[in-house]
């Protein structure tokens, strides 16, 4: 394609410190350019303590074992995700239930949340699609009331914020990613937020494979063993490097982003009422961190008649996720109400390209010339 979907962009930093990696000598994880990343998140954002993972997925995977999830625990997200958000609670052999999208977003409706909680639920997962906060502030005291705890899947929502606050750190967890087409990524990885003391130390067990590996290294006891299940969860410092020439530029990178972000929507208004698609929609409560572009088409054979005329002019834009619910490995196990909202995102949402180097005009003159 002319035009890709996305591209991972270079800052030019990357190389620089992955070279000083490899004369440090210490390859594997935990090393020097782990813990500048780790030190970036928690004096930029104020986590509480952060551990970068190999994968958005795999801080998923760490978070239900920190919450203890058991066979038959409830825990409650959206059908409109992607396949990590669950797949990490069901590999602990929870019950998932399923929140419908809202109207004007294809984030988790905060209304529909009530009503799935009993006696069983043991969390609630929020997803901030295309880094656009859920409502905050409906579903946290939802949740205290009922002793439940929440995880937020920040995977598209680095440098987001709600009513003044970090995503990621509204809730007990958070789970970032830092796929290549992520605003920050390193190819692959990820990154876990710890907002409860309660796992603080967990956690870092949990992400040394079950040991007490970095207790030894801090000199805080005089030999490491097994003492707790885990798995190798930690990057090594390859990918922590390239993270961290990515963090560097991480305002520089945003302030583009945003800027192409901008410039869809406003050329794309009149085009859009036209065709009745809809744009996307950044409530007032929280800020856009311009992950993505999309569209919402009026039906599924505007959708394909879109991606035709874009793919024809050497242009690759993408549909986006299936309902969970419908997908091929849940379906019959799905006992829920009809979510009519997340299904129509599944059939209507389009993605636009947007990554650093995307001459925007290009796209844009290439939908303006769209008849249907």
């Known amino acids: 394609m002319n035009i890709p979907f996305n ?13 000083d990696a490899l004369s440090r000598g210490h390859l594997s994880g935990n090393g020097y350019y782990s813990q500048q990343c780790h030190q970036f998140f928690t004096h930029t954002y104020g986590f509480k303590k952060a551990l970068l993972t190999t994968s958005c997925t795999d801080a998923l995977e760490m978070a239900a074992l920190l919450l203890d999830i058991q066979p038959g625990d409830e825990v409650i997200m959206p059908s409109f995700t992607f396949v990590s958000t669950a797949n990490a609670f069901e590999l602990r052999g929870a019950v998932i239930r399923f929140v419908d999208s809202q109207t004007d977003h294809p984030g988790m409706d905060a209304s529909l949340i009530a009503p799935l909680i009993n006696e069983k639920t043991k969390a609630i997962v929020v997803v901030h699609y295309a880094g656009v906060a859920c409502d905050m502030d409906a579903i946290m005291p939802l949740a205290n009331a009922h002793d439940l705890f929440v995880v937020e899947d920040a995977a598209q929502a680095i440098d987001s914020y709600y009513k003044g606050r970090v995503l990621g750190s509204l809730g007990h967890l958070g789970a970032f990613s830092f796929h290549e087409t992520k605003n920050i990524q390193c190819g692959e990885g990820g990154l876990l937020t710890i907002n409860d003391a309660r796992f603080t130390e967990r956690a870092e067990i949990l992400w040394e ?31 922590a490097a390239y993270l961290f ?24 208004c009149d085009w ?16 856009n961190n311009a ?17 035709q005329h874009l793919k024809a002019l050497d242009i ?3 549909f986006h996720y299936q309902s969970l619910h419908k997908s091929p490995y849940f379906k019959a196990k799905y006992t829920g109400e009809a979510l009519a909202e997340s299904d129509r995102y599944s059939d209507c949402l389009l993605r636009l390209p947007l990554f650093y180097e995307l001459d925007v005009d290009i796209v844009i003159n290439a939908l303006l010339a769209y008849e249907a």
């Open 209 to 239: 494979k079950g040991t007490n590996r970095s207790a030894f290294f801090r000199g805080e006891v005089d030999k490491y063993g097994w003492v707790d299940i885990g798995s190798s969860f930690l990057p090594s410092e390859l990918n």
């Open 7 to 19: 591209k991972p962009y270079l800052s030019g930093k990357e190389l620089t410190y992955i070279a």
């Open 291 to 307: 992950h993505m572009y999309y569209v919402v088409c009026k039906d599924i054979e505007q959708r394909s008649s879109l991606i």
């Open 245 to 268: 020439g990515q963090l560097e530029c991480l305002q520089d990178i945003q302030n583009r982003r945003k800027h192409i972000w901008e410039r869809y929507h406003s050329a794309l």
């Open 272 to 287: 859009a009422t036209f065709h009745e698609i809809a744009q996307p929609k950044i409530p007032e409560h929280t800020t």
């Open 316 to 318: 690759l834009a993408v």
